[in-house]
């Protein structure tokens, strides 16, 4: 009979691992060498971007930061209505020297005042979403999408023009004025593949190859009808064909062209939000979402099957077939970036010969195979790699205590990594910041710690519109409790108990 670890057993293997390994390769050793290892305890502070439990706009999301011309640049979608992707949803920005005070929040791309030439909207009609950012040759590139209703957006006379679409903007310094290109695919906003048109998204960070090249990642998700390998539930968006892929320039950014990307065999419409980053040995890499869940007509995927990964052997132009990362995870956007500070962070030095080159995922840990969002997307934290490749392992924890976060994306200066994320899974959503310092050396060996130090509270604390209960606290009721799959109501008065000798609830 084959024995299974169970939970526990795997963890323990798990830190083993990670400890014999660290996030260094593990390269072999000369017969009878030693290494000497450090535990990686970086200081981690987090920081309002903006708050939408004071702020007018009560929907913020899909947050991306940058270190450009002396200061932080933060991108993301707000909106005063308090749902994703809702009419009048415009891309922000707020700006900050120390990562700490940020600027108050202003519309960005529609803006006379940031923008040369402003992209306009049918009023308080479309949404603008999912902002990234990379510095290439002393300019800030933006990737952003403007989607909506075709019936917002009228041709002809009287009429609004078609803006939506996929849009590329460039910064050339600091306080001046953003220049919007919107890409177009032989003259047609929406690209096509084998004769089918696909809506294209920004999903993640630009990466610069050795080469030069440029690599922006993209989803395409077909404009109608549903994959042939879509059960019957998967209604709508849902059952549409998608495909995770890269636009890539070489001549920089006058020109793109588009890669038809990869799917998951037999699983054409679950591929969402790919990140990508490259090897060594110049393969580049792609991990993505797996976006399904259990409603949808198939068996329950296991925690292990909520990432997928790729490869490229060609700079982006071809991708292998999606395959599952053996690695615990959850439903939701991903980053991978270089994580030793060595050259460009989330844009690589052409030249740079990536020896002894770290990478670091920013991601929720896995808390126990759940998938639903609301619980699932807790405890932001670091993975690092071990030994290359797609071996990563769960490190420091980024979010503390706070509930519901998700949607991170990093970006490293001089010796701080900060990473902006989503605070809230329904309204309100705040964007805030996590500031880690320092970044890991590329020349030492690491155990890095799971979990965080955050020291126990004497009581429950509230977090927005939760509470949050450590592991030394609980509730005790009066007569015994027996949850059910559908979960429990009760309505009590909480009164904190001091346990002698504990000095805590």
């Known amino acids: 009979m084959r024995h299974t670890p169970n939970r526990d057993q795997r963890a323990l293997a798990g830190l083993l691992a990670g400890a014999l390994c660290s996030a260094a390769s593990c390269m072999a050793s000369p017969p009878g060498a030693w290494r000497t290892y450090e535990v990686y305890r970086p200081t981690i502070t987090r920081h309002d971007v903006i708050d939408a439990r004071t702020h007018g706009n009560k929907y913020n999301h899909c947050a991306t930061i940058a270190w450009f011309d002396g200061r932080w640049f933060c991108m993301w979608g707000s909106n005063t209505r308090p749902a994703e992707h809702d009419p009048g949803q415009r891309v922000f920005f707020s700006t900050s020297q120390d990562g700490r005070s940020w ?35 002393g300019e800030l590139w933006a990737f952003w999408n403007q989607g909506g209703s075709a019936h917002d957006f009228k041709k002809g006379a009287g009429g609004t023009a078609d803006l939506r679409g996929l849009y590329f903007s460039r910064l050339k310094k600091a306080g001046g004025k953003w220049v919007n290109r919107r890409l177009e695919w032989g003259g047609k906003i929406w690209p096509e593949i084998d004769g089918r048109a696909y809506f294209i998204a920004s999903t993640q960070n630009p990466y ?15 404009s109608e009808g549903s994959a042939s390998d879509a059960p019957p539930e998967a209604k709508d ?190 309204a309100p959503r705040s964007i805030r910041v996590a500031l880690v310092n320092p970044l890991p050396k590329h020349d030492r060996y690491y155990v890095f710690p799971r979990g965080n130090d955050l020291a126990p509270g004497v009581r429950p604390r509230r977090l927005g519109d939760a509470w949050s209960f450590d592991r030394h606290q609980h509730i005790a009721t009066r007569r015994p409790v027996e949850p059910k799959d559908e979960g429990i109501s009760f309505g009590a008065w909480l009164q904190p108990r001091y346990i002698f000798g504990a000095g805590r609830l």
């Not at 610069?208 to 077909?222: C, D, F, H, I, N």
């Not at 797996?290 to 995927?301: A, Q, R």
């Open 103 to 137: 600027a108050p929040a202003e519309v960005l791309f529609s803006n006379a005042e940031h923008s040369e030439n402003p992209v306009q909207y049918p009023t308080d009609k479309g949404h603008q979403w999912q902002p990234n950012l990379a510095l290439v040759d």
């Open 208 to 222: 610069r190859l050795r080469t030069g090249r440029v690599l922006a990642p993209v989803t395409l998700y077909a």
């Open 237 to 426: 968006w849902w059952g549409r064909e998608k495909r995770n892929s890269v636009i890539y320039s070489d001549d920089m950014g006058a020109t793109w062209r588009l890669s038809p990307g990869c799917i998951t065999p037999g699983f054409s419409w679950i591929q969402w939000e790919p990140t990508v980053w490259e090897q060594p040995d110049g393969t580049v890499l792609m991990f993505a979402r797996n976006n399904t869940h259990w409603g949808l007509g198939h068996g329950t995927p296991t925690s292990g099957e909520y990432l997928l990964w790729s490869f490229s052997r060609n700079g982006g132009e071809t991708w292998s077939p999606h395959q599952f990362v053996p690695m615990e995870s959850i439903c939701s956007r991903m980053h991978v970036v270089p994580s030793d500070g060595r050259g460009v962070w989330a844009a690589a030095l052409p030249g740079d010969d990536f020896g002894g080159r770290r990478y670091a995922m920013v991601h929720n840990d896995a808390p126990g195979a759940l998938y639903e969002w609301a619980k699932a997307r807790r405890n932001l934290s670091l993975f690092f790699t071990r030994g290359g490749g797609i071996d990563f392992v769960a490190g420091n924890a980024l979010t503390g205590d706070e509930p519901e976060v998700a949607y991170p994306q990093a970006w490293g200066h001089d010796d701080t990594l900060a990473i902006c994320y989503t605070q809230g899974n329904s």
